[in-house]
Protein backbone atom coordinates (compact mmCIF):
# COMPACT_ATOMS: atom_id res chain seq x y z
CA UNK A 1 0.00 0.00 0.00
CA UNK A 2 1.56 3.36 -1.34
CA UNK A 3 2.80 5.58 1.92
CA UNK A 4 0.31 8.01 3.86
CA UNK A 5 3.13 10.51 3.41
CA UNK A 6 2.81 10.33 -0.43
CA UNK A 7 2.23 14.23 -0.72
CA UNK A 8 4.89 16.06 -2.00
CA UNK A 9 3.73 20.13 -2.90
CA UNK A 10 5.84 22.54 -4.22
CA UNK A 11 5.20 25.73 -2.54
CA UNK A 12 8.83 27.24 -3.99
CA UNK A 13 7.17 26.90 -7.11
CA UNK A 14 3.40 28.39 -5.44
CA UNK A 15 5.71 31.13 -4.06
CA UNK A 16 7.69 31.49 -7.43
CA UNK A 17 4.90 31.93 -9.67
CA UNK A 18 2.64 34.49 -6.92
CA UNK A 19 4.63 36.68 -5.72
CA UNK A 20 7.96 36.54 -7.80
CA UNK A 21 6.06 36.42 -11.54
CA UNK A 22 2.62 37.37 -11.12
CA UNK A 23 3.61 39.55 -7.70
CA UNK A 24 -0.24 39.45 -6.51
CA UNK A 25 1.41 41.47 -3.87
CA UNK A 26 0.84 44.58 -5.33
CA UNK A 27 -1.27 43.94 -8.16
CA UNK A 28 -4.24 41.81 -6.40
CA UNK A 29 -3.33 41.90 -2.48
CA UNK A 30 -5.94 44.21 -0.67
CA UNK A 31 -7.30 45.75 -3.41
CA UNK A 32 -10.49 46.48 -4.69
CA UNK A 33 -12.95 43.66 -2.81
CA UNK A 34 -10.18 41.57 -1.67
CA UNK A 35 -9.58 41.74 2.30
CA UNK A 36 -6.51 43.13 4.36
CA UNK A 37 -3.76 40.35 3.70
CA UNK A 38 -0.41 41.34 2.94
CA UNK A 39 2.09 39.19 1.23
CA UNK A 40 3.52 37.97 4.61
CA UNK A 41 0.23 36.80 5.57
CA UNK A 42 -0.51 35.20 2.49
CA UNK A 43 2.92 33.42 2.70
CA UNK A 44 2.40 32.13 6.13
CA UNK A 45 -1.13 30.99 5.10
CA UNK A 46 0.13 28.59 2.52
CA UNK A 47 3.10 27.23 4.84
CA UNK A 48 0.45 26.48 7.58
CA UNK A 49 -1.91 25.11 5.02
CA UNK A 50 1.35 22.80 3.41
CA UNK A 51 1.37 21.33 7.20
CA UNK A 52 -2.36 20.51 7.09
CA UNK A 53 -1.90 19.03 3.75
CA UNK A 54 0.95 16.99 4.45
CA UNK A 55 0.23 15.67 8.04
CA UNK A 56 -3.78 15.89 8.29
CA UNK A 57 -4.93 15.46 4.85
CA UNK A 58 -2.71 13.35 3.39
CA UNK A 59 -3.01 10.29 5.15
CA UNK A 60 -6.40 9.59 4.12
CA UNK A 61 -5.27 9.03 0.44
CA UNK A 62 -5.00 5.16 0.99
CA UNK A 63 -7.35 4.85 3.49
CA UNK A 64 -10.31 6.22 1.54
CA UNK A 65 -8.80 3.65 -1.45
CA UNK A 66 -8.73 0.51 0.13
CA UNK A 67 -11.62 1.15 2.87
CA UNK A 68 -14.51 3.11 0.70
CA UNK A 69 -17.56 4.51 1.28
CA UNK A 70 -20.59 2.39 2.08
CA UNK A 71 -23.99 2.60 1.36
CA UNK A 72 -27.05 1.37 3.34
CA UNK A 73 -30.35 1.83 3.33
CA UNK A 74 -29.92 5.40 1.39
CA UNK A 75 -27.08 6.49 3.94
CA UNK A 76 -23.24 6.47 3.32
CA UNK A 77 -20.88 6.03 5.95
CA UNK A 78 -17.12 7.63 5.20
CA UNK A 79 -13.92 6.01 6.36
CA UNK A 80 -12.92 6.99 9.79
CA UNK A 81 -9.34 9.26 8.31
CA UNK A 82 -11.06 10.77 5.69
CA UNK A 83 -13.74 12.20 8.07
CA UNK A 84 -10.61 13.70 10.06
CA UNK A 85 -9.06 14.84 7.14
CA UNK A 86 -11.95 17.21 5.78
CA UNK A 87 -12.65 18.14 9.43
CA UNK A 88 -9.00 18.99 10.07
CA UNK A 89 -9.55 21.47 6.37
CA UNK A 90 -12.54 23.05 7.88
CA UNK A 91 -10.32 23.26 11.64
CA UNK A 92 -7.63 25.37 9.96
CA UNK A 93 -9.33 27.95 8.73
CA UNK A 94 -8.47 27.74 5.14
CA UNK A 95 -12.44 28.12 3.51
CA UNK A 96 -12.34 31.17 4.82
CA UNK A 97 -9.87 32.49 2.34
CA UNK A 98 -12.66 32.15 -0.34
CA UNK A 99 -15.47 34.13 1.30
CA UNK A 100 -15.78 37.74 1.10
CA UNK A 101 -15.30 40.00 4.30
CA UNK A 102 -19.22 40.76 4.19
CA UNK A 103 -19.95 36.73 4.99
CA UNK A 104 -17.18 36.49 7.84
CA UNK A 105 -14.28 35.25 5.48
CA UNK A 106 -10.84 36.90 4.49
CA UNK A 107 -11.43 37.82 1.24
CA UNK A 108 -8.47 36.29 -0.46
CA UNK A 109 -8.46 36.35 -4.14
CA UNK A 110 -8.69 33.92 -6.82
CA UNK A 111 -4.79 33.40 -7.17
CA UNK A 112 -4.37 33.21 -3.69
CA UNK A 113 -6.97 30.37 -3.41
CA UNK A 114 -6.16 28.50 -6.54
CA UNK A 115 -2.67 27.96 -4.95
CA UNK A 116 -4.54 26.76 -1.70
CA UNK A 117 -6.78 24.50 -3.93
CA UNK A 118 -3.58 22.96 -5.22
CA UNK A 119 -2.02 21.77 -2.39
CA UNK A 120 -5.48 20.45 -1.05
CA UNK A 121 -6.38 18.58 -4.29
CA UNK A 122 -2.93 17.70 -4.36
CA UNK A 123 -3.01 15.77 -1.21
CA UNK A 124 -6.52 14.11 -1.25
CA UNK A 125 -8.78 14.70 -4.14
CA UNK A 126 -12.09 13.17 -2.23
CA UNK A 127 -11.20 16.14 0.89
CA UNK A 128 -11.19 18.72 -1.83
CA UNK A 129 -13.89 17.70 -3.09
CA UNK A 130 -15.87 17.41 0.26
CA UNK A 131 -15.56 21.55 0.62
CA UNK A 132 -17.80 22.47 -1.97
CA UNK A 133 -20.25 24.15 0.46
CA UNK A 134 -18.29 27.59 0.73
CA UNK A 135 -18.69 27.70 -3.37
CA UNK A 136 -21.96 26.82 -2.90
CA UNK A 137 -22.22 29.40 0.03
CA UNK A 138 -21.26 32.10 -2.30
CA UNK A 139 -23.05 31.37 -5.19
CA UNK A 140 -26.08 31.78 -3.06
CA UNK A 141 -24.59 35.06 -1.67
CA UNK A 142 -24.23 36.68 -5.23
CA UNK A 143 -27.52 35.26 -7.08
CA UNK A 144 -29.93 34.54 -4.26
CA UNK A 145 -32.52 36.70 -2.99
CA UNK A 146 -32.02 38.02 -0.10
CA UNK A 147 -34.49 35.95 2.14
CA UNK A 148 -32.41 32.61 0.57
CA UNK A 149 -29.76 34.59 1.95
CA UNK A 150 -31.09 34.65 5.31
CA UNK A 151 -32.08 31.08 5.36
CA UNK A 152 -28.94 29.21 3.94
CA UNK A 153 -25.57 31.77 4.48
CA UNK A 154 -24.56 31.50 7.80
CA UNK A 155 -25.06 27.99 8.26
CA UNK A 156 -23.36 26.36 5.45
CA UNK A 157 -20.52 28.34 6.54
CA UNK A 158 -20.75 27.61 10.17
CA UNK A 159 -22.01 24.36 10.47
CA UNK A 160 -19.64 23.21 7.57
CA UNK A 161 -22.77 22.16 5.12
CA UNK A 162 -21.33 20.49 2.16
CA UNK A 163 -22.69 21.70 -1.05
CA UNK A 164 -22.92 19.92 -4.37
CA UNK A 165 -23.63 20.69 -8.25
CA UNK A 166 -26.18 18.35 -9.97
CA UNK A 167 -26.64 18.03 -12.98
CA UNK A 168 -26.14 14.47 -15.34
CA UNK A 169 -28.53 12.18 -15.76
CA UNK A 170 -28.42 8.40 -16.67
CA UNK A 171 -29.73 9.60 -20.25
CA UNK A 172 -28.36 12.49 -20.63
CA UNK A 173 -24.64 12.64 -19.99
CA UNK A 174 -22.44 15.77 -21.35
CA UNK A 175 -26.35 16.67 -23.24
CA UNK A 176 -27.22 18.37 -20.49
CA UNK A 177 -30.22 20.41 -22.77
CA UNK A 178 -31.71 16.68 -22.72
CA UNK A 179 -32.20 16.20 -18.66
CA UNK A 180 -35.73 15.35 -17.99
CA UNK A 181 -36.15 16.34 -14.37
CA UNK A 182 -39.15 18.01 -13.42
CA UNK A 183 -39.80 21.13 -11.34
CA UNK A 184 -43.42 21.73 -9.94
CA UNK A 185 -44.24 24.50 -7.92
CA UNK A 186 -46.64 23.41 -5.37
CA UNK A 187 -47.25 27.35 -4.05
CA UNK A 188 -45.77 30.40 -2.67
CA UNK A 189 -41.54 30.05 -3.27
CA UNK A 190 -41.83 26.17 -2.73
CA UNK A 191 -41.12 23.37 -5.55
CA UNK A 192 -40.77 19.79 -5.97
CA UNK A 193 -38.09 18.10 -8.07
CA UNK A 194 -38.63 14.86 -9.75
CA UNK A 195 -36.49 12.69 -11.40
CA UNK A 196 -33.11 10.76 -11.27
CA UNK A 197 -29.73 11.81 -10.91
CA UNK A 198 -26.45 10.57 -11.46
CA UNK A 199 -22.64 10.91 -10.93
CA UNK A 200 -23.18 13.64 -8.32
CA UNK A 201 -19.98 14.06 -6.27
CA UNK A 202 -20.33 14.10 -2.52
CA UNK A 203 -24.53 13.91 -3.16
CA UNK A 204 -24.40 11.64 0.32
CA UNK A 205 -22.57 11.02 3.31
CA UNK A 206 -22.00 11.66 7.02
CA UNK A 207 -19.31 14.44 6.91
CA UNK A 208 -21.76 17.02 8.02
CA UNK A 209 -25.24 17.58 9.52
CA UNK A 210 -26.57 18.85 5.71
CA UNK A 211 -25.82 18.72 2.35
CA UNK A 212 -27.33 20.97 -0.15
CA UNK A 213 -27.84 20.28 -3.44
CA UNK A 214 -28.14 22.83 -6.40
CA UNK A 215 -30.33 21.26 -8.70
CA UNK A 216 -31.01 21.78 -12.81
CA UNK A 217 -34.47 20.94 -13.20
CA UNK A 218 -37.23 21.27 -16.07
CA UNK A 219 -40.13 23.34 -14.42
CA UNK A 220 -43.35 22.66 -16.03
CA UNK A 221 -44.33 24.25 -19.12
CA UNK A 222 -40.91 25.15 -19.38
CA UNK A 223 -38.84 24.68 -23.57
CA UNK A 224 -36.77 21.62 -24.27
CA UNK A 225 -32.87 22.52 -24.24
CA UNK A 226 -30.70 24.08 -21.87
CA UNK A 227 -32.99 27.37 -21.80
CA UNK A 228 -35.97 25.90 -20.30
CA UNK A 229 -33.66 24.21 -17.17
CA UNK A 230 -34.22 25.65 -13.80
CA UNK A 231 -31.46 25.49 -10.94
CA UNK A 232 -33.21 25.12 -7.19
CA UNK A 233 -31.68 24.78 -3.99
CA UNK A 234 -32.73 21.24 -2.52
CA UNK A 235 -31.59 20.72 0.81
CA UNK A 236 -30.97 16.82 1.95
CA UNK A 237 -32.52 18.02 5.22
CA UNK A 238 -35.08 20.81 4.52
CA UNK A 239 -34.52 24.19 6.25
CA UNK A 240 -36.92 26.45 7.45
CA UNK A 241 -37.15 30.19 7.08
CA UNK A 242 -34.98 30.82 10.46
CA UNK A 243 -32.49 28.25 9.41
CA UNK A 244 -33.06 25.57 11.39
CA UNK A 245 -33.31 21.53 10.47
CA UNK A 246 -36.24 19.84 9.28
CA UNK A 247 -37.85 16.65 8.21
CA UNK A 248 -35.53 14.94 5.80
CA UNK A 249 -36.13 15.86 2.46
CA UNK A 250 -37.04 12.97 -0.40
CA UNK A 251 -33.88 13.57 -2.13
CA UNK A 252 -32.09 9.53 -1.74
CA UNK A 253 -29.02 7.90 -2.75
CA UNK A 254 -30.12 4.91 -4.50
CA UNK A 255 -26.79 3.85 -5.70
CA UNK A 256 -23.17 4.15 -5.34
CA UNK A 257 -21.11 4.23 -8.45
CA UNK A 258 -18.38 1.35 -8.18
CA UNK A 259 -15.63 3.30 -9.82
CA UNK A 260 -11.78 2.99 -11.44
CA UNK A 261 -10.21 5.45 -9.07
CA UNK A 262 -11.02 8.45 -6.46
CA UNK A 263 -12.97 5.79 -4.40
CA UNK A 264 -12.87 7.98 -1.19
CA UNK A 265 -15.16 10.75 -3.27
CA UNK A 266 -18.53 9.56 -3.23
CA UNK A 267 -20.09 9.49 -6.62
CA UNK A 268 -24.53 9.07 -6.55
CA UNK A 269 -27.18 8.19 -8.04
CA UNK A 270 -29.81 10.28 -6.78
CA UNK A 271 -33.54 10.57 -6.74
CA UNK A 272 -35.94 13.09 -6.18
CA UNK A 273 -39.17 12.75 -5.14
CA UNK A 274 -39.84 8.85 -4.90
CA UNK A 275 -42.22 8.31 -2.36
CA UNK A 276 -41.63 11.46 -0.48
CA UNK A 277 -41.70 15.08 -2.28
CA UNK A 278 -37.85 16.64 -2.30
CA UNK A 279 -38.53 20.35 -1.87
CA UNK A 280 -36.71 22.79 -3.14
CA UNK A 281 -36.24 26.91 -3.77
CA UNK A 282 -35.37 28.87 -7.08
CA UNK A 283 -32.49 30.42 -6.90
CA UNK A 284 -33.12 34.14 -6.59
CA UNK A 285 -36.37 33.15 -7.77
CA UNK A 286 -35.85 33.85 -11.68
CA UNK A 287 -35.58 30.85 -14.43
CA UNK A 288 -32.56 31.36 -15.66
CA UNK A 289 -30.58 27.63 -14.27
CA UNK A 290 -28.26 27.33 -16.94
CA UNK A 291 -26.65 30.50 -16.00
CA UNK A 292 -26.46 30.20 -12.91
CA UNK A 293 -24.79 26.96 -12.90
CA UNK A 294 -22.29 28.26 -15.09
CA UNK A 295 -20.99 30.07 -12.10
CA UNK A 296 -20.67 26.55 -10.40
CA UNK A 297 -19.37 24.60 -13.33
CA UNK A 298 -16.53 27.66 -14.68
CA UNK A 299 -15.08 26.47 -11.13
CA UNK A 300 -15.33 23.23 -11.44
CA UNK A 301 -13.71 23.08 -15.05
CA UNK A 302 -11.04 25.30 -13.35
CA UNK A 303 -10.82 22.72 -10.17
CA UNK A 304 -9.98 19.76 -12.58
CA UNK A 305 -7.30 21.44 -14.21
CA UNK A 306 -5.67 22.64 -11.25
CA UNK A 307 -6.42 18.40 -9.48
CA UNK A 308 -4.37 17.02 -13.21
CA UNK A 309 -1.90 19.93 -12.25
CA UNK A 310 -1.28 19.13 -8.80
CA UNK A 311 -1.09 14.90 -9.25
CA UNK A 312 1.33 15.41 -12.08
CA UNK A 313 3.59 17.83 -9.26
CA UNK A 314 3.32 15.73 -6.71
CA UNK A 315 3.81 12.46 -9.44
CA UNK A 316 6.74 13.73 -10.52
CA UNK A 317 8.69 15.19 -7.11
CA UNK A 318 8.17 11.30 -5.97
CA UNK A 319 9.78 10.26 -8.74
CA UNK A 320 12.65 12.58 -8.69
CA UNK A 321 13.30 11.21 -4.86
CA UNK A 322 13.40 7.51 -6.33
CA UNK A 323 15.79 8.78 -8.73
CA UNK A 324 18.21 9.91 -6.85
CA UNK A 325 18.22 6.91 -4.37
CA UNK A 326 17.41 3.88 -6.67
CA UNK A 327 20.88 2.70 -7.59
CA UNK A 328 21.07 0.29 -10.82
CA UNK A 329 23.64 -0.05 -13.10
CA UNK A 330 27.05 1.26 -14.18
CA UNK A 331 26.87 5.29 -15.99
CA UNK A 332 26.60 5.11 -19.42
CA UNK A 333 30.01 5.62 -20.59
CA UNK A 334 31.51 2.85 -18.24
CA UNK A 335 29.18 0.40 -19.44
CA UNK A 336 32.32 -2.03 -20.53
CA UNK A 337 33.84 -1.40 -17.20
CA UNK A 338 32.42 -3.91 -14.74
CA UNK A 339 33.89 -3.01 -11.92
CA UNK A 340 32.36 0.43 -12.52
CA UNK A 341 30.14 1.08 -9.55
CA UNK A 342 26.46 1.20 -9.90
CA UNK A 343 24.68 4.46 -9.72
CA UNK A 344 21.56 6.24 -9.17
CA UNK A 345 19.24 6.11 -12.32
CA UNK A 346 19.06 9.39 -11.96
CA UNK A 347 22.63 9.44 -13.94
CA UNK A 348 20.56 7.72 -16.72
CA UNK A 349 19.85 9.72 -20.20
CA UNK A 350 16.70 8.20 -20.38
CA UNK A 351 15.62 9.20 -16.63
CA UNK A 352 16.97 12.93 -17.44
CA UNK A 353 14.13 12.91 -20.22
CA UNK A 354 11.41 11.43 -18.25
CA UNK A 355 11.97 13.69 -15.12
CA UNK A 356 12.47 16.71 -16.82
CA UNK A 357 9.38 15.85 -19.18
CA UNK A 358 7.31 15.84 -15.94
CA UNK A 359 9.02 19.37 -14.36
CA UNK A 360 8.58 21.38 -17.51
CA UNK A 361 5.09 19.93 -17.99
CA UNK A 362 4.78 20.37 -14.24
CA UNK A 363 5.64 24.01 -14.08
CA UNK A 364 4.27 24.73 -17.09
CA UNK A 365 0.23 23.70 -16.06
CA UNK A 366 1.32 25.61 -12.78
CA UNK A 367 1.99 28.55 -14.47
CA UNK A 368 -1.26 28.19 -17.00
CA UNK A 369 -3.46 27.87 -13.70
CA UNK A 370 -2.40 30.55 -11.62
CA UNK A 371 -1.88 33.06 -14.81
CA UNK A 372 -5.87 32.08 -15.48
CA UNK A 373 -6.15 32.85 -11.69
CA UNK A 374 -4.42 36.26 -11.43
CA UNK A 375 -7.05 37.73 -14.49
CA UNK A 376 -9.66 36.65 -12.13
CA UNK A 377 -7.88 38.59 -9.59
CA UNK A 378 -8.13 41.50 -12.08
CA UNK A 379 -11.59 40.67 -13.38
CA UNK A 380 -13.25 40.82 -9.40
CA UNK A 381 -11.15 43.98 -9.07
CA UNK A 382 -12.89 45.68 -11.85
CA UNK A 383 -16.47 44.79 -10.66
CA UNK A 384 -16.67 41.35 -11.33
CA UNK A 385 -18.16 38.89 -14.35
CA UNK A 386 -20.50 40.82 -16.40
CA UNK A 387 -19.29 44.10 -14.98
CA UNK A 388 -18.90 46.72 -18.86
CA UNK A 389 -15.23 47.65 -16.94
CA UNK A 390 -14.34 43.76 -16.98
CA UNK A 391 -15.43 42.34 -20.15
CA UNK A 392 -11.87 42.20 -21.58
CA UNK A 393 -10.34 40.65 -18.93
CA UNK A 394 -13.22 38.36 -18.10
CA UNK A 395 -13.48 37.42 -21.76
CA UNK A 396 -9.87 36.15 -21.76
CA UNK A 397 -10.55 34.45 -18.55
CA UNK A 398 -13.49 32.60 -20.35
CA UNK A 399 -10.70 31.86 -23.00
CA UNK A 400 -8.43 30.09 -20.52
CA UNK A 401 -10.56 27.84 -19.10
CA UNK A 402 -11.24 25.09 -21.64
CA UNK A 403 -7.24 25.47 -21.45
CA UNK A 404 -6.73 25.17 -18.12
CA UNK A 405 -9.19 21.86 -18.19
CA UNK A 406 -8.86 20.18 -21.04
CA UNK A 407 -4.78 20.42 -21.78
CA UNK A 408 -3.94 19.97 -18.32
CA UNK A 409 -6.33 16.55 -17.65
CA UNK A 410 -5.31 15.23 -21.37
CA UNK A 411 -1.84 16.17 -20.54
CA UNK A 412 -1.35 14.86 -17.08
CA UNK A 413 -2.71 11.46 -17.77
CA UNK A 414 0.11 11.10 -20.23
CA UNK A 415 2.81 11.84 -18.35
CA UNK A 416 1.37 9.74 -14.88
CA UNK A 417 2.50 6.90 -17.31
CA UNK A 418 6.06 8.44 -17.24
CA UNK A 419 6.03 8.93 -13.13
CA UNK A 420 5.14 5.18 -13.49
CA UNK A 421 8.09 4.22 -16.13
CA UNK A 422 10.84 6.12 -13.81
CA UNK A 423 10.02 3.38 -10.46
CA UNK A 424 10.57 0.73 -13.10
CA UNK A 425 8.82 -2.49 -12.33
CA UNK A 426 7.81 -0.56 -8.65
CA UNK A 427 5.62 1.46 -10.10
CA UNK A 428 3.21 -1.03 -11.10
CA UNK A 429 3.26 -2.31 -7.11
CA UNK A 430 0.46 -0.21 -4.67
CA UNK A 431 3.87 0.03 -2.77
CA UNK A 432 4.04 3.47 -4.63
CA UNK A 433 1.36 6.18 -4.62
CA UNK A 434 1.74 6.59 -8.49
CA UNK A 435 -1.12 3.64 -10.00
CA UNK A 436 -3.29 5.17 -7.37
CA UNK A 437 -2.54 8.24 -9.14
CA UNK A 438 -3.06 7.42 -12.38
CA UNK A 439 -6.62 5.74 -11.88
CA UNK A 440 -7.39 8.90 -9.96
CA UNK A 441 -6.64 11.15 -12.37
CA UNK A 442 -8.16 9.72 -15.38
CA UNK A 443 -11.66 10.77 -14.68
CA UNK A 444 -10.17 14.53 -14.81
CA UNK A 445 -10.14 14.10 -18.85
CA UNK A 446 -14.07 13.03 -18.60
CA UNK A 447 -16.30 15.17 -16.32
CA UNK A 448 -17.09 18.74 -16.20
CA UNK A 449 -16.79 18.47 -20.12
CA UNK A 450 -14.76 15.88 -22.00
CA UNK A 451 -11.48 17.56 -23.82
CA UNK A 452 -13.69 17.70 -26.38
CA UNK A 453 -16.08 19.72 -25.19
CA UNK A 454 -13.26 22.02 -24.34
CA UNK A 455 -12.33 21.75 -27.66
CA UNK A 456 -15.58 22.94 -29.55
CA UNK A 457 -16.48 25.19 -26.57
CA UNK A 458 -13.05 26.90 -27.34
CA UNK A 459 -13.40 27.04 -31.19
CA UNK A 460 -17.35 27.44 -31.51
CA UNK A 461 -18.35 29.42 -28.36
CA UNK A 462 -15.04 31.34 -27.04
CA UNK A 463 -13.55 32.38 -30.69
CA UNK A 464 -16.79 32.73 -32.25
CA UNK A 465 -18.10 34.92 -29.89
CA UNK A 466 -15.44 37.88 -30.50
CA UNK A 467 -14.79 37.09 -34.25
CA UNK A 468 -10.89 35.49 -32.26
CA UNK A 469 -10.15 39.27 -30.90
CA UNK A 470 -9.31 37.92 -27.63
CA UNK A 471 -7.42 34.99 -28.63
CA UNK A 472 -5.50 37.90 -31.20
CA UNK A 473 -5.15 39.87 -28.08
CA UNK A 474 -3.24 37.06 -26.03
CA UNK A 475 -1.32 36.16 -28.96
CA UNK A 476 -0.36 39.61 -29.62
CA UNK A 477 1.82 39.44 -26.24
CA UNK A 478 3.13 36.04 -27.13
CA UNK A 479 4.66 37.61 -29.85
CA UNK A 480 5.33 40.71 -28.23
CA UNK A 481 7.58 38.23 -26.05
CA UNK A 482 9.18 36.70 -28.94
CA UNK A 483 10.55 39.66 -30.42
CA UNK A 484 11.40 41.38 -27.89
CA UNK A 485 15.10 40.84 -25.77
CA UNK A 486 14.11 39.29 -23.32
CA UNK A 487 16.49 37.63 -21.38
CA UNK A 488 19.10 38.40 -23.40
CA UNK A 489 21.30 35.67 -25.43
CA UNK A 490 20.40 33.20 -22.64
CA UNK A 491 17.30 32.78 -24.20
CA UNK A 492 17.73 34.32 -27.32
CA UNK A 493 16.92 30.27 -28.80
CA UNK A 494 13.97 30.12 -26.34
CA UNK A 495 12.20 33.35 -27.83
CA UNK A 496 13.03 32.27 -31.58
CA UNK A 497 11.43 28.88 -30.39
CA UNK A 498 8.51 30.80 -29.69
CA UNK A 499 8.41 33.01 -32.12
CA UNK A 500 8.05 29.93 -34.73
CA UNK A 501 5.73 28.09 -32.56
CA UNK A 502 3.16 31.02 -33.08
CA UNK A 503 3.84 31.40 -36.87
CA UNK A 504 2.84 27.79 -36.59
CA UNK A 505 -0.32 27.94 -34.70
CA UNK A 506 -1.79 31.20 -36.91
CA UNK A 507 -0.96 28.86 -39.55
CA UNK A 508 -3.10 26.09 -37.97
CA UNK A 509 -5.87 28.34 -37.15
CA UNK A 510 -6.02 30.21 -40.69
CA UNK A 511 -6.55 26.71 -42.18
CA UNK A 512 -8.87 25.22 -40.18
CA UNK A 513 -11.09 28.44 -40.87
CA UNK A 514 -10.78 28.09 -44.26
CA UNK A 515 -11.84 24.77 -44.22
CA UNK A 516 -15.08 25.53 -42.09
CA UNK A 517 -16.07 26.25 -45.24
CA UNK A 518 -16.32 22.99 -46.12
CA UNK A 519 -17.98 21.27 -43.21
CA UNK A 520 -17.70 21.93 -39.43
CA UNK A 521 -16.81 18.47 -39.24
CA UNK A 522 -13.75 19.77 -39.57
CA UNK A 523 -13.67 21.39 -36.00
CA UNK A 524 -14.77 18.00 -34.33
CA UNK A 525 -12.16 15.91 -36.46
CA UNK A 526 -9.25 18.46 -35.09
CA UNK A 527 -10.18 20.72 -32.41
CA UNK A 528 -8.39 18.69 -29.91
CA UNK A 529 -4.90 19.09 -31.75
CA UNK A 530 -5.81 23.04 -31.91
CA UNK A 531 -6.88 23.43 -28.10
CA UNK A 532 -3.42 21.40 -27.38
CA UNK A 533 -1.44 24.21 -29.46
CA UNK A 534 -3.36 27.09 -28.41
CA UNK A 535 -1.79 25.30 -24.54
CA UNK A 536 1.33 24.77 -25.69
CA UNK A 537 2.14 28.02 -27.08
CA UNK A 538 0.21 30.04 -23.72
CA UNK A 539 3.00 27.62 -21.70
CA UNK A 540 5.76 27.91 -23.65
CA UNK A 541 5.01 32.03 -23.39
CA UNK A 542 5.20 32.03 -19.52
CA UNK A 543 7.67 29.49 -19.05
CA UNK A 544 10.31 32.04 -21.11
CA UNK A 545 9.05 34.65 -18.83
CA UNK A 546 9.68 32.55 -15.70
CA UNK A 547 12.87 31.70 -17.11
CA UNK A 548 13.61 35.88 -17.55
CA UNK A 549 12.58 36.60 -13.91
CA UNK A 550 15.25 33.68 -12.73
CA UNK A 551 18.15 35.24 -14.82
CA UNK A 552 17.29 38.54 -12.97
CA UNK A 553 16.80 36.69 -9.47
CA UNK A 554 19.95 35.26 -9.59
CA UNK A 555 21.34 37.58 -9.26
CA UNK A 556 19.89 39.21 -6.02
CA UNK A 557 19.30 35.63 -4.82
CA UNK A 558 21.98 33.60 -5.44
CA UNK A 559 21.43 31.08 -2.48
CA UNK A 560 18.29 30.02 -3.96
CA UNK A 561 20.70 29.22 -7.45
CA UNK A 562 19.57 25.59 -7.82
CA UNK A 563 15.83 26.68 -8.34
CA UNK A 564 16.36 29.43 -10.79
CA UNK A 565 18.76 26.92 -13.12
CA UNK A 566 15.58 24.14 -12.75
CA UNK A 567 13.38 27.34 -14.09
CA UNK A 568 15.66 28.18 -16.76
CA UNK A 569 16.34 24.24 -17.73
CA UNK A 570 11.93 23.77 -18.63
CA UNK A 571 12.00 26.66 -20.42
CA UNK A 572 14.70 25.25 -22.59
CA UNK A 573 13.44 21.91 -22.78
CA UNK A 574 9.85 22.83 -23.18
CA UNK A 575 10.76 25.17 -25.85
CA UNK A 576 13.28 22.95 -28.24
CA UNK A 577 11.02 19.54 -26.80
CA UNK A 578 7.41 20.27 -27.35
CA UNK A 579 6.85 23.78 -29.32
CA UNK A 580 8.62 22.05 -32.48
CA UNK A 581 5.36 19.94 -32.36
CA UNK A 582 2.76 22.71 -33.19
CA UNK A 583 4.31 23.03 -37.00
CA UNK A 584 3.48 18.95 -36.57
CA UNK A 585 0.48 19.94 -35.98
CA UNK A 586 -0.97 22.85 -38.28
CA UNK A 587 0.56 20.06 -41.02
CA UNK A 588 -2.05 17.62 -39.87
CA UNK A 589 -4.82 19.98 -39.50
CA UNK A 590 -3.23 21.42 -43.73
CA UNK A 591 -4.23 17.62 -44.46
CA UNK A 592 -7.06 17.10 -42.70
CA UNK A 593 -10.44 15.65 -44.86
CA UNK A 594 -13.30 13.94 -43.97
CA UNK A 595 -13.05 10.59 -45.09
CA UNK A 596 -13.20 9.05 -42.07
CA UNK A 597 -16.88 10.16 -41.90
CA UNK A 598 -17.82 8.44 -44.95
CA UNK A 599 -16.25 5.08 -43.32
CA UNK A 600 -19.51 2.43 -43.23
CA UNK A 601 -20.31 1.92 -39.68
CA UNK A 602 -20.20 -2.29 -40.12
CA UNK A 603 -16.31 -1.19 -41.27
CA UNK A 604 -15.37 -0.55 -37.74
Known amino acids: MSSPNHYKPNLRDLQFNLFEFLDIGNTSLGKGPFGDIDETAARQTLETLQQVCVNE ?18 NVTLPPLLKRAIAAYYDSGMPQLELPPHMGGLGAPPSLCWAAFEMLVGASAPVAFY ?14 TEAQKRRFLPHINEKRWIGTM ?19 NVGGEVWEIEGVKRFITSAEHDASDNIIHMVLARPEGAGPGTKGLSLFIVPKFW ?4 GSLGERNGVVCTKLEKKMGIKGSVTCELTFGDGKPARGLLL ?6 IRQMFHIIEQARMAVGMKSMATLSTAYLNALDFAKERKQGSDLLSGRDKTAPRVAIMRHPDVRRMLMAQKAHAEGMRALALFTASIQD ?15 LDALNDLLLPLVKGYCSDKAYELLGVSLQCFGGSGYLADYPIEQYIRDQKIDTLYEGTTHIQALDLLLRKLA ?30 RAALGKALGDLETMLGTLMGKLGESLYHVGMQGNRVLMSVAEVVIGWLLVRHAAVALERTKVNPGDKAFYAGKLASARWFCKEVLPGIAHAARMVEQSSLDLMEVPEEAF
Do not use: C, W, Y
Not at 131 to 144: A, F, K, P, Q
Open 57 to 74: VAPSFAESEHTPPVLENG
Open 284 to 289: GEVHEG
Open 465 to 494: RDGGATLQGLLAQVRQTAESDLGGKQLEAE
Open 166 to 184: VLTEPDAGSDVGAARAKAR
Open 239 to 242: VNED
Open 378 to 392: QVEIKGGHRALAAAE
Open 131 to 144: TLGTLVSRVIDRLG
